[in-house]
């Protein structure tokens, strides 16, 4: 059974770190790309970025270029979103989704979310 | 960066109808859409891809149609559970993915 496990909620003050998990399992971890999507409270859905375990390629939509990095260690099949500084409009629930291809993308399993609150 | 917008932002329906959501895109995508389902405090699921590809395990009620810039989910006879907010998503412009804003389908 194909599982992304997220870790758990984080509570943050404005200006700190923070490195959030997305462990497969169930499938080959190095051959399928990992995207992140936020969800900020009440929003929508914003695509953030990808990674490819196998070789680590990462691509970034602009807007979060330069804001967050995204990394895996496939040794373990995990996936990371990390912030060096945190701001209060990083509060959001942040997903990890698979990325599939069957002549066609698509996001086919997704992790629970992790609940990211940054407040002074 | 293409630009999909969804309408209407709110649909109301009555159990046992059937809802018709639309989907554009700033510029063509071909058949490169996917729809997903969201519940409240849920992660997103997938509906279909491909713009009409049923994902595994999806009923035959969702349905989906479309290609280059204007798509189509219709779901047929909704059921209670059906209720939530349904997100297009463009997977054509590589790797560079945007989703729609959202339609929510409500109890009439």
């Known amino acids: 059974e194909v599982q992304l496990v997220q870790s758990g909620a984080e509570v943050k003050k404005p200006g700190e770190s923070l490195k959030i998990s997305c462990k497969g399992s169930?499938?080959?971890?190095?051959?399928?790309?990992i995207g992140w999507v936020r969800q900020m409270p009440g929003k929508g859905l914003e695509w953030m970025g990808i990674?490819?375990?196998?070789?680590?390629?990462?691509r970034y939509r602009p807007s979060f270029q330069g804001q967050v990095t995204i990394s895996a260690d496939k040794s373990i099949s995990t996936a990371y979103l990390q912030w060096s500084s945190l701001k209060a409009s990083d509060t959001a629930i942040y997903y990890c989704?698979?990325?599939?291809?069957?002549?066609?993308?698509?996001?086919?399993?997704w992790g629970r979310g992790t609940l990211v609150t940054v407040s002074s | 960066e293409i630009v999909m917008t969804q309408s209407p932002a709110t649909l109301s329906v009555s159990p046992g109808e059937t809802a018709t959501l639309s989907c554009r895109a700033s510029?063509?995508?071909?058949?490169?859409l996917a729809w997903f389902q969201q519940k409240p405090g849920q992660a997103p699921r997938l509906l279909i891809y491909?713009?009409?590809t049923r994902a595994t395990g999806i009923p035959a009620r969702f349905s989906g149609s479309g290609s280059g810039t204007e798509f189509t989910l219709t779901i047929s006879s909704l059921q209670s559970e059906d209720f939530a907010v349904y997100y297009c998503?463009?997977?054509?412009?590589?790797?560079?993915?945007?989703f729609g804003q959202g339609t929510k389908v409500e109890i009439k």
């Open positions: 491909g713009a009409s």
């Open positions: 998503q463009q997977c054509n412009n590589w790797p560079q993915w945007t």
């Open positions: 990674i490819y375990p196998g070789d680590s390629d990462t």
């Open positions: 510029q063509s995508v071909s058949s490169n």
């Open positions: 169930g499938y080959s971890f190095t051959t399928y790309w």
């Open positions: 989704a698979r990325q599939a291809w069957a002549g066609h993308w698509y996001f086919d399993f």
